[in-house]
């Protein structure tokens, strides 16, 4: 059944496991592992209940969103039974950025079709075309967050951190140069403002012409060469700083975690203790936002569920 809604799913995931006999215990906080040389026996609940077992899957997602159940403990668990983490990032993140008056100026506004380029110490690193958009406190949208993982990893190197946003992707300087001689051909009584309308909505023309220090009602046939050179420089290069990224609590996805290294590739056990299995987040995978972190999260858990299933979860051992 589509029904496009998140609900239905969980709907249906539940039904599936009732129908198969399988008991949901809620509120049942892991704790610790108990385990015996190298294996895993039981585990202990936050209310010192314990549950003994055959297998173990540790499916405790990453750091990120918290409210959403997934606060981290999956790491510190694995840890204690000697598994390597890589270091945890936020990621997928939005970020903060050092313009602050610009910003509350641009809140809400959303660019579509721009090119973003990150610039780190001022030497181009990254760049990527598609939709980003504008809050109150900074950047976020699709283009934003699927580069945020290499920019978290600037900033941690303490590189300082610049954006650069073509608004005009599809044309050179020549060209839009020639696009604004035209307009302001076509239209030589209306103002800047009136024919900037016609390239870049409304709440960039303000910074536009703070920027560029141009009064808003100037008519377009007193504009100078010198002052279309920085119109265009603005549209093709408008710069910002980044200062910081929103952390975990924002992340829709953590990098890092459980070592891949340490986990066998064909049913995600551990190679350390034979009846512990990982699935989703909570190993060091992850990627861009368009679906894949859920599809990695269910193709693994699908993956090891088969693997169980079939006994074939000793082969490694
Ligand atoms: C706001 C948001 C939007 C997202 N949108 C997308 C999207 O559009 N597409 C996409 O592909 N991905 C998206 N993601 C990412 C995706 O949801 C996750 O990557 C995926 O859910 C990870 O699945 P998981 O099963 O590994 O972990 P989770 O879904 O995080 O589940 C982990 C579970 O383990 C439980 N748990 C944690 N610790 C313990 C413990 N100690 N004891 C017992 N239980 C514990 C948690 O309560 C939780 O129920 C989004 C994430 C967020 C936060």
């Known amino acids: 059944m589509k029904s496009n809604n998140a609900k239905e799913i969980v709907f ?3 039904n599936l496991l009732k129908k198969n006999k399988v008991e949901i215990i809620y509120k049942a906080n892991v704790k610790k592992f108990i385990k015996k040389e190298n294996e895993i026996i039981a585990v202990k609940l936050e209310n010192k209940k314990i549950f003994r077992g055959k297998y173990f899957v540790l ?11 997934s606060t981290g ?4 668990l694995a840890k ?48 990527k075309f598609g939709e980003m958009q504008f809050y109150k ?6 283009i934003v967050l699927n580069l945020s993982r290499k920019i978290v990893d600037f900033l941690n190197g303490k590189k300082k951190i610049k954006i650069s946003i073509d608004l005009k992707p599809a044309l050179s ?17 209306l103002s800047i403002e009136k024919i900037l309308r016609k ?36 549209l093709k290069n408008f710069s910002l700083e980044i200062t910081k990224d929103r952390g975990f609590s924002e992340a829709i996805i953590t990098a890092g975690g459980i070592s891949t290294k340490e986990i066998y590739k064909n049913n995600l056990q551990s190679k ?39 006994n074939e979860e000793m082969k490694n051992f």
């Open 12 to 14: 249906a995931l539940k």
């Open 59 to 69: 499916a405790t997602g990453g750091a990120s969103y918290p409210r959403t159940g």
């Open 73 to 76: 403990d999956g790491y510190k």
């Open 80 to 127: 204690d039974l000697g598994h390597e983490i890589i270091s945890i990032r936020p990621s997928l993140v939005p970020f903060e950025i050092k313009e602050q008056k610009k910003i509350e100026i641009l809140n809400g506004l959303i660019l579509k079709n721009v090119k973003l380029k990150v610039l780190v110490n001022n030497k181009k690193e990254l760049e």
């Open 137 to 142: 406190w900074g950047i976020s949208g699709a």
């Open 173 to 189: 300087d020549e060209k839009l140069t020639n696009r604004l001689i035209r307009e302001f051909k076509k239209f030589p009584n």
């Open 199 to 234: 390239l870049i909505p409304e709440k960039l023309i303000k910074i536009c012409l703070q920027e560029t220090k141009i009064s808003f009602s100037k008519n377009v046939k007193i504009i100078s060469n010198n002052e279309k050179i920085k119109i265009v420089k603005f």
């Open 272 to 310: 350390i203790l034979k009846n512990l299995f990982f699935t989703g987040e909570v190993i060091d995978v992850d990627a861009d936002t368009g679906g894949y972190n859920l599809q990695w999260a269910f193709s693994s858990s699908y993956l090891v569920a088969e693997k169980l299933m079939n």
